[in-house]
């Protein structure tokens, strides 16, 4: 299994400024994700965090307004941009270990929930 | 493309009474399929999950669900509900691209 966490846990910011979001691994793995999952919704795939390269965004998702970073193989962050209300979430990072199979388990942290007023 | 439907956003049982989760799963290629638990103000735990080999996977706390493919079914049962049960649980699945989706969730609620 791995450990993850993410800070901030919570924030509440004003309309029209940015928030990073860390998401930090105890271990080297593979993949890492960036969810959203908006008040009583399911979640969302935003797009994968890519080590050294460009994140690779989900249809609905562009990288001005996530811009992500993945600098190492144990370390992601996502920034959410030029808020407005409507990115009021909770944020999720995930990992795949080292294997890398499809049929590994994807370990969740705890979530960034994020209020936009 | 996969998607997940799972039926009833709502499931309230009573404690020690069969917890029955019903999702359906549409996909292209063989599936993984997973279930989630969500409790409150917390991430995404995993109950179970479905690869190849056996249809009937046992998880943790008491869950278990079976991968019936004739019916593209995946649901998830637990004989008797406990009160820490209550909780958020989402069925997913995966392809070959490791990204999950995700079903809309069902809400249990447990009576005393």
Known sequence: SAVISQKPSRDI???????????????????????????????????????????????????????????????????????????????LCSVLLLSGRASDTQYFGPGTRLTVL | AQSVTQLGSHVSVSEGALVLLRCNYSSSVPPYLFWYVQYPNQGLQLLLKYTTGATLV????????????????????KPSA???????????????DYKLSFGAGTTVTVRA
């Open chain 2, 58 to 77: 046992k998880g943790i706390n008491g869950f278990e669900a079976e991968f019936k493919k004739s019916e593209t079914s995946f649901h998830l049962t």
């Open chain 1, 13 to 91: 910011c004003q309309r029209g400024t940015s928030l990073t979001i860390q998401c930090q691994v105890d271990s080297q793995v593979t993949m890492m994700f960036w969810y959203r999952q908006q008040p009583g919704q399911s979640l969302t795939l935003i797009a994968t965090a890519n080590q050294g390269s460009e994140a690779t965004y989900e249809s609905g998702f562009v990288i001005d307004k996530f811009p992500i970073s993945r600098p190492n193989l144990t370390f992601s962050t996502l920034t959410v941009s030029n808020m407005s209300p409507e990115d009021s979430s909770i944020y």
């Open chain 2, 82 to 96: 406990h009160m820490s049960d209550a909780a958020e649980y989402f069925c997913a699945v995966s392809e070959d």
